[in-house]
Structure formats: structure tokens, C-alpha cells
């Protein structure tokens, strides 16, 4: 079975551009939690979606945007970029109440200039 | 104060050694709880669980101390590809909710 996978693995935006950001879960996972890892820190929460539906969402500006698909992929938006912006993007899938831990993708590294 | 809490080191410890990492959160809700390892410019990749009871999986132990709001990590006998960042992962409530992660500890397993 594959894993979580995202796309692109890696990026480079110059500032005041958009991105978007995509992953698909494990199959059968339903809920997508959007994490921002900056270097040196733990991962930070941006959003969570559970059967299509914003479930959570983290301490982050509205330049964050985030979506589900009805086959439970998803895309994170990230519209005019800033130069703190520049950081690992993970994705994770889980079952319904992730009481189980959470499955990460690879990430996709994105780096403004 | 941060709601997980951890020594971020580093560790250095020779091979064989055992090494312990403590961590604290800070909301008494908490669910459930966990210990992720990462590596070097890698995903964070589940290790384990963490119970009341305790577990236990080959060389790793987790204890959890709810009354005190505290998680443990023992390794014995570290290996060098123990080296990683550990990082303790609280979630937070029931349901359909997030993870909130701690810094990370960073171990180096010295030959």
C-alpha cells in the first residue's frame, strides 16, 4: 500500500507569489492535517480536515488556505508569499480519530526568495 | 507555558549507553500521547505509543504520568542509528483533532 505522498517534494517561490501544495492520504484514511515545520522546531498545526470539512485550524494568517477532495487528498494554499514561509510542509493522514498516530508524508520543502 | 515541553539537548552518548527524555504537557485533557523519532531533513515517523500501564517495544520503554503531566522515553543500549531528533506528540482532545508537538530532543549515538 502507498504511503502518504506529497507533491511537489521540493519548491522555490520568490515572495508575494502563491503555492499549492498537495497530498494524498493512506487509503481508507479520511482526515488530513496540514503541519509547517520550520527548522529547529517541532512541527506547527495550520489545519485538519475530516471528511471535507475544516475540523481544525491552527494559528496561522488567511494568506492559508486548505482544501478536500471527495477521495480525501487535499491542497494547502499559500497565497503572497513571505520569506518566513520558507519551511517543510508535511501532510498527514489518519483514521477517523488518529487516536492510533498519525502517518507523514515526505513533505515538500519550500523555499521563498 | 508551552503546551509540550521538552529538553531539546543534544545528547551525546557513547554506544551501549542508556539515555532517558522527559517530556511535559500542559493541558490536563490530553488524550493521547506520543513518541515520533526524526531524522535529518525526514518526515517524523511514529515509534511508539504511550500508555498508562507503560510499554515496552524491544529496547524503548514509554511511561506516561498523568497526575504529574509527564512523558518518558528510555533507549538501552543505543545504537549509532538511534541518533535522531525525538519528538514528544500530545493530542490534545478526543476526536478529530491535532497533534501538538514538542521541540524535539536531539540524540547523537557516539562509536
Known amino acids: 500500500d502507498a504511503g502518504v505522498t506529497q507533491s511537489p517534494t521540493h519548491l522555490i517561490k520568490t515572495r508575494g507569489q502563491q503555492v499549492t501544495l498537495r497530498c494524498s492520504p493512506i487509503?481508507?484514511?479520511?482526515?488530513v492535517s496540514w503541519y509547517q515545520q520550520v527548522l529547529g522546531q517541532g512541527p506547527q498545526f495550520i489545519f485538519q480536515?475530516?471528511?471535507?470539512?475544516?475540523?481544525g485550524r491552527g494559528n496561522f494568517p488567511d494568506r492559508f488556505s486548505a482544501r478536500q477532495f471527495p477521495n480525501y487528498s487535499s491542497e494547502l494554499n499559500v497565497n503572497a508569499l513571505l520569506l518566513g514561509d520558507s519551511a517543510l510542509y508535511l501532510c498527514?493522514?489518519?483514521?477517523?480519530?488518529?487516536?492510533?498516530?498519525?502517518?507523514f508524508g515526505s513533505g515538500t520543502r519550500l523555499t521563498v526568495v | 507555558r508551552k503546551e509540550v515541553e521538552q529538553d531539546p539537548g543534544p545528547f551525546n552518548v557513547p554506544e551501549g549507553a542508556t539515555v532517558a527524555f522527559n517530556c511535559t504537557y500542559s493541558n490536563s485533557a490530553s488524550q493521547s500521547f506520543f513518541w515520533y523519532r526524526q531524522d535529518c531533513r525526514k518526515e517524523p515517523k511514529l515509534l511508539m505509543s504511550v500508555y498508562s500501564s507503560g510499554n515496552e517495544d524491544g529496547r524503548f520503554t514509554a511511561q506516561l504520568n498523568r497526575a504529574s503531566q509527564y512523558i518518558s522515553l528510555l533507549i538501552r543500549d543505543s545504537k549509532l542509528s538511534d541518533s535522531a531528533t525525538y519528538l514528544c506528540v500530545v493530542n490534545m482532545r478526543s476526536g478529530n483533532t491535532p497533534l501538538v508537538f514538542g521541540k524535539g530532543t536531539r540524540l547523537s549515538v557516539i562509536a
Open positions: 487509503s481508507g484514511h479520511k482526515s
Open positions: 480536515y475530516y471528511e471535507k470539512e475544516e475540523r
Open positions: 498527514a493522514s489518519s483514521q477517523s480519530t488518529g487516536d492510533y498516530g498519525y502517518t
